[in-house]
């Protein structure tokens, strides 16, 4: 009985009394504390929607993200010749109007935007022929423009290959159909004559425009023409050597023209 008459006067002793108050407060300011700093850290109860960035251009994302408090990060680009430049092609996470779902403040959305050119590696061809160098150049999807200069030991060999001005070093990439300066050795017999532009004519109009003319010669080259008729009604999409103001060629030098049905296609 002398216990718990001690245990008693102790349970109503002012001190026991105010060790529970204070680890009461304790206990109560450790889990309010902890709720709300998990409840601001998760950010609970925010809900923002995705807009849709899909087929938009990378440009217009400032703008479709209007005042929700997202951010963006572009993750690379993917060759696509056939969509806009910077046209958004994945986002994540997708947008809410087909995924249903939303985020936080301050989530970051990725995207992937096509571009239009892709980088290729030039091969060396100098002291190649001439056929044979702007063959392997046109099998990498770039175009020629020819000069010729006077030479007595590099007779139908490259002498020099550039890209805008400088020549090209080894290992060295450049876009995809872009132009290769080639520099050929010839004898000088013969005159020099001003390459034809016929870019976007078809096969009968470039030819009437070699009638009479038999310093040039033309090879026709078709890609996508299933029909006789795809074949006529198809346009030159390139040349090669490309034409210029100061371009000139010897007489009796062939053009390859490159022609498609579908108006700016590409032949790879």
């Known amino acids: 009985m002398g216990f718990f008459k001690k245990l008693g006067n102790f349970i109503i002793s002012r001190k026991f009394i105010i060790n529970v108050l204070l680890f009461g407060i304790v206990w109560f300011l450790i889990i309010w504390g902890g709720t709300s700093y998990f409840d601001g850290y998760t950010k609970h109860g925010e809900n923002i929607e995705v807009p849709n960035l899909l087929n938009n251009n990378v440009k217009d994302i400032p703008t479709l993200l209007g005042d929700r408090d997202l951010k963006y990060e572009i993750l690379d680009s993917i060759y696509n010749p056939d969509l806009v430049e910077g046209t958004i092609i994945y986002q994540n996470p997708m947008p809410t109007d087909s995924s249903g779902l939303s985020v936080k403040s301050d989530r970051v959305i990725r995207v992937r935007v096509s571009k239009r050119s892709r980088l290729v590696m030039v091969p060396v061809v100098v002291s190649k022929s001439h056929r044979f160098a702007e063959a392997v150049l046109m099998?990498?999807?770039?175009?020629?423009?020819?000069?010729?200069?006077?030479?007595?030991?590099?007779?139908?060999?490259?002498?020099?290959?550039?890209?805008?001005?400088?020549?090209?070093?080894?290992?060295?990439?450049?876009?995809?159909?872009?132009?290769?300066?080639?520099?050929?050795?010839?004898?000088?017999?013969?005159?020099?004559?001003?390459?034809?532009?016929?870019?976007?004519?078809?096969?009968?109009?470039?030819?009437?425009?070699?009638?009479?003319?038999?310093?040039?010669?033309?090879?026709?080259?078709?890609?996508?023409?299933?029909?006789?008729?795809?074949?006529?009604?198809?346009?030159?999409?390139?040349?090669?050597?490309?034409?210029?103001?100061?371009?000139?060629?010897?007489?009796?030098?062939?053009?390859?023209?490159?022609?498609?049905p579908n108006e700016g296609g590409l032949i790879d």
């Open 139 to 260: 099998t990498k999807g770039l175009r020629t423009r020819v000069n010729f200069v006077p030479s007595n030991e590099d007779q139908g060999s490259v002498i020099s290959q550039k890209y805008q001005g400088k020549n090209i070093s080894a290992g060295q990439q450049i876009p995809i159909n872009s132009v290769i300066e080639l520099t050929i050795g010839k004898k000088t017999q013969g005159d020099m004559v001003d390459i034809p532009n016929l870019n976007g004519l078809t096969i009968n109009e470039a030819e009437e425009r070699f009638l009479g003319n038999s310093s040039l010669r033309l090879y026709p080259v078709y890609s996508g023409c299933e029909t006789a008729n795809d074949s006529l009604n198809a346009r030159v999409i390139r040349q090669t050597p490309v034409a210029s103001d100061s371009s000139r060629i010897p007489e009796g030098s062939t053009i390859t023209v490159f022609l498609s």
